[in-house]
T-cell receptor, first 112, second 112 residues
């Protein structure tokens, strides 16, 4: 299984860009990288997913280098409501039947 | 929108009781998962299922069993609840494609 490593916590201020990096050295060829956001007392929710290079949606960007051994979630101009725990998940595409196991996550605290 | 519904948001049980946690999804997803979440430990996978009547152990299956008799329903069973099973339990489902998971709201179980 592709184990992921993230920083335990990060602090930022409103309006700043936040970059959270996840290491996944033994990522498999058919694995995708997915990021989730979790608020207290709620289930995690999907933010963004990618396979290689760069992916951007309305809330975040995901940067994946050519060797795919790490990935960086970029949150532009964070606000107080972005305070949450962010999880990086590496898992198979297609009909892969491997378990999807989360790392410990990164607790982001946004200050005013 | 995909909906994953967990039967109970809060439960209080006594040591030794048998506990059933039910999860239903409405998007015809093949894969379903049970996680538990404890402070400082992130999400840990208990069991997952990729088809009806199929189940696979996750990282922490001890003390738990599961049942998947219908595609839309995945049940987590604690045969004899213990205090160390006090936790937040999260159910998730996904299609056969890349690993976007849809989570329920969670069931907070307290075992006295």
């Amino acid at each position: 299984l592709a184990k992921t490593t993230q920083p335990i916590s990060m602090d930022s201020y409103e309006g700043q860009e936040v970059n959270i990096t996840c290491s996944h050295n033994n990522i498999a060829t058919n694995d995708y990288i997915t990021w989730y956001q979790q608020f207290p007392s709620q289930g995690p929710r999907f933010i963004i997913q990618g396979y290689k290079t760069k992916v951007t949606n309305e809330v975040a960007s995901l940067f994946i280098p050519a060797d795919r051994k790490s990935s960086t979630l970029s949150l532009p101009r964070v606000s107080l409501s972005d305070t949450a725990v962010y999880y990086c998940l590496v898992g198979p595409g297609g009909t892969g039947r491997r378990a999807l196991t989360f790392g410990s996550g990164t607790r982001l605290q946004v200050q005013p | 929108d995909v909906k994953v519904t967990q039967s109970s948001r809060y439960l209080v049980k006594r040591t030794g009781e048998k506990v059933f946690l039910e999860c239903v999804q409405d998007m015809d997803h093949e894969n379903m998962f049970w996680y538990r979440q404890d402070p400082g430990l992130g999400l840990r996978l208990i069991y997952f299922s990729y088809d009806v009547k199929m189940k696979e152990k996750g990282d922490i299956p001890e003390g738990y069993s599961v049942s998947r008799e219908k595609k839309e329903r995945f049940s987590l069973i604690l045969e004899s609840a213990s205090t160390n099973q006090t936790s937040m339990y999260l159910c998730a489902s996904s299609s056969g494609g890349p690993g976007e998971l849809f989570f329920g709201e969670g069931s907070r179980l307290t075992v006295l």
